[in-house]
Every structure is written in C-alpha cells, then in structure tokens.
C-alpha cells in the first residue's frame, strides 16, 4: 500500500498570498495518477487536479499541480476567500487508492 | 451537473448490518465505475470498495474486506453497500463516488454529500 505524507498539516495564509502544498508518497506512483481533492467544511470533496497537473473540470487557473514519481506539489497562486478549505492528495495508480492526510489552508 | 445522493445510514449496533444506496442522476450510469469512500468525523478520507461499470470487477479495502458487499443496479442507476458485522470504528460519513473511468480506476471526479453511519451499542 503507498504511503501519501502531506505537509504542513496547516498553513495559514492571507487572501491573496501563494499556497504551497506537498505530497510525499512512500514509494513512486504510477504515471503520475496523483490527484488533489479540496474538501470544505460540511461538504463533499471536489476533484481539482488529476494526472499530476491537469485541471479537474470548471477549476480555476489559479490551482496548478506538478510533480512526479514521489513528490508532488498543489499550488494557489492567489488565494481566493473560498479556497480556504483542507486539501488532500490520493494516488490511484496501485489499489488500495489511498489519501493522504490532508493540509488545512486556514486564514491567518 | 453530475448528482450522487447517498441513503441508508444510522445508528445500529455492533455486530449488525447496515445497507446503503446512491442514486445516480445527469450522467449515463453505465459508463462509469462506482466507489464508497468513507471518512471518520473529523478525520481524513478511506477507501472503502470499488465495482466497474458492469460488476465484473469488484475490491475492497482490507478493513472491510469479508464484511462488506458493493454492488450496482445499472437499470435503476443505483450504487448499494451492504454492510455486516459492523464496528465500532466503521463510524463514518459514507460517499458515493464516480470514478473518472468504465474500469474501477480509482480517480474520483464527482462525489455524493455522504451518508452518517454510527456504530454504537
């Protein structure tokens, strides 16, 4: 089973300011099947970002994710008041799927 | 735009069994593979089982493998988990989930509300 590390745990940031987001895996995924959930409070999870780095449908550009093998990163380059949300990474190239923990974008 | 509405969750007691649903509407269900996803209150997401669009494959997570059935009715669009010998640690919101894929891929691109299982005497 692979292992998904996200850190921080929180990140507080001001609207506006760039949110970094890290997710280790503990051993390397599959073509890239990594992807980013952001979950608000009360609410279901939204895909944002599939492959790595592409675009979940109707997800704004502000949201970009990169990486490969077993770091990869989700982005906001402009945090927008309805972003703060937890974020969670999974990795669907080998079952069982798995998520990682999640980081909380909190506002400062 | 895609809608999942989960149903079928309580209050039961240790050892019994619980059967949930999800309706499938604004898609062509048999195009795509099927997921439950749970999340403990206040903690993070688990994969609990998968079935592909036409039942041929089915998996489960080990927690709850041997305990819990997934299956589908494609002619009334519906997603089912039967779950016996529940636990305590089975309490969890409950998601139906659409895999992005026919096969159970495991890439979750539209999600239900969720359902509240409690396991508790």
């Known amino acids: 089973e692979i292992v998904l590390t996200q850190s921080p745990g929180t990140l507080s940031l001001s609207p506006g300011e760039r949110a970094t987001l890290s997710c280790r895996a503990s051993?390397?995924?599959?073509?890239?099947?990594l992807a980013w959930h952001q979950q608000k409070p009360g609410q279901a999870p939204r895909l944002l970002i599939y492959g790595a780095s592409s675009r979940a449908t109707d997800i704004p550009a502000r949201f970009s994710g990169s990486g490969s093998g077993t770091d990869f990163t989700l982005t906001i380059s402009r945090l927008e008041p309805e972003d703060f949300a937890v974020y969670y990474c999974?990795?669907?190239?080998?079952?069982?799927?798995?998520f990682g923990q999640g980081t909380k974008v909190e506002i400062k | 735009e895609v809608q999942l509405v989960e149903s079928g969750g309580g209050l039961v007691q240790p050892g019994r069994s619980l059967r949930l649903s999800c309706v499938a509407s604004?898609?062509?269900?048999?195009?795509?593979?099927m997921h439950w996803v749970r999340q403990a209150p206040g903690k993070g997401l688990e994969w609990v089982s998968g079935i592909s669009w036409n039942s041929a494959t089915i998996d489960y997570a080990d927690s709850v493998k041997g305990r819990f059935t997934i299956s589908r009715d494609n002619a009334k669009n519906s997603l089912f988990l039967q779950m016996n010998s529940l636990r305590t640690e089975d309490t969890a919101f409950y998601y139906c989930?659409?895999?992005?894929?026919?096969?159970?891929?495991?890439?979750?691109?539209?999600w239900g509300q969720g359902t509240l299982v409690t396991v508790s005497s």
């Open positions: 604004r898609f062509t269900f048999d195009d795509y593979a």
């Open positions: 051993q390397s995924v599959r073509s890239s099947y």
């Open positions: 999974q990795q669907y190239g080998s079952s069982p799927w798995t």
């Open positions: 989930a659409r895999d992005k894929n026919i096969a159970a891929a495991g890439l979750f691109d539209y």
